[in-house]
T-cell receptor, first 113, second 114 residues
Framework: GAVVSQHPSRVICKSGTSVKIECRSL??????MFWYRQFPKQSLMLMAT?????????EQGVEKDKFLINHASLTLSTLTVTSAHPEDSSFYIC?????????FGSGTRLTVV | AQSVTQLDSHVSVSEGTPVLLRCNYS??????LFWYVQHPNKGLQLLLK??????LVKGINGFEAEFKKSETSFHLTKPSAHMSDAAEYFC????????????FGKGTTLSVSS
């Protein structure tokens, strides 16, 4: 089946640095990629929707200058957390839309210290 | 507005007893409905999905769910809980088959005791 490979699975960074999270579709072309954020013991909240070759659409309250999304090819979408702060610590998950449903990356646990 | 409500934030059962995780949705359209499971610090795994075919949907690991349009419900059940079923469960709705984001319920934590 369709697989989305998400890396890294876990990252610890210093406050003020930037972190890039990658999601690659391994055996299909992901025209649309969704990025979710999950706080501890909470549900997944949609951050943004990215379409290949165009600017991402951000949900209300999500800072587009802080969470940079690039979807330059049909197999790669990236989320860069810029100038990370401890409150950005969270679990980030990408998801690709398919004709028959959705597939998820395995998630990235970001800890900002 | 579209929404999905998981009625219980936490469900505790004993091993070998039935599991019921409740979910209601609101929709003006016929949605696609999913149940996902998430184990600690892991990604999401699809248990089952409803896409306007049979109203009783069978999934993996013995789980099943019944779509009841009159009650706008999609409750998840399993006849006999196993210790490995302890996890977080999300009821999820989509209003198009592809191209739109999913809406997640707040999740239900299932605890299984021996």
């Amino acid at each position: 089946g369709a697989v989305v490979s998400q890396h890294p699975s876990r990252v610890i960074c210093k406050s003020g640095t930037s972190v890039k999270i990658e999601c690659r579709s391994l055996d299909f072309q992901a025209t649309t990629m969704f990025w979710y954020r999950q706080f501890p013991k909470q549900s997944l909240m949609l951050m943004a929707t990215s379409n290949e070759g165009s600017k991402a659409t951000y949900e209300q309250g999500v800072e587009k200058d802080k969470f940079l999304i690039n979807h330059a090819s049909l197999t790669l979408s990236t989320l860069t957390v810029t100038s990370a702060h401890p409150e950005d610590s969270s679990f980030y998950i990408c998801s690709a839309s398919l004709d028959y449903g959705y597939t998820f990356g395995s998630g990235t646990r970001l800890t900002v210290v | 507005a579209q929404s999905v409500t998981q009625l219980d934030s936490h469900v505790s059962v004993s091993e070998g007893t039935p599991v019921l995780l409740r979910c209601n949705y609101s929709s003006s359209y016929s949605p696609s409905l999913f149940w996902y499971v998430q184990h600690p610090n892991k990604g999401l795994q699809l248990l089952l999905k409803y896409t306007s075919a049979a109203t009783l949907v069978k999934g993996i690991n013995g789980f099943e769910a019944e779509f009841k349009k009159s009650e706008t419900s999609f409750h998840l059940t399993k006849p006999s809980a196993h210790m490995s079923d302890a996890a977080e469960y999300f009821c999820v709705v989509a209003y198009n088959q592809a191209g739109t984001a999913l809406i997640f319920g707040k999740g239900t934590t299932l605890s299984v005791s021996s």
